[in-house]
């Protein structure tokens, strides 16, 4: 989640200015992420949704997709993709 942050923070300012979502980084200023230890790459797919591959052993192959959606007049993010959810951020685990 903390590699993400710029590109959510991004994506945020740039929905609430334009009333939609990026097509992608270059409309965000932003180049590609150079990865890092745990995170390969972050991309942009449709509908201003961020992609996470990772460079960790324990989940390459695996992707996290980041989700903006707007309620009440917020921008939140969903998670998706399929990282096993003991993996998962905390803010993106299921609560029982």
Request: include cysteine; hydrophobic fraction near 40%; aromatic fraction near 8%.
């Amino acid at each position: 989640m903390a590699d993400s942050a710029p590109h959510r923070t991004a994506v945020e300012q740039f929905g609430a200015s334009h009333q939609r979502w990026p097509d992608s980084l270059t409309q965000l200023g932003m180049a590609p992420f150079a990865g890092d230890a745990s995170v390969a790459g972050i991309t942009l797919g449709g509908d201003g949704a961020l992609l996470v591959s990772f460079a960790n052993p324990a989940l390459r192959g695996h992707l996290f997709k980041l989700t903006p959606y707007v309620r009440n007049g917020a921008i939140h993010w969903s998670c998706g993709g399929d990282v096993p959810e003991k993996l998962l951020p905390p803010a993106c685990r299921a609560t029982e």
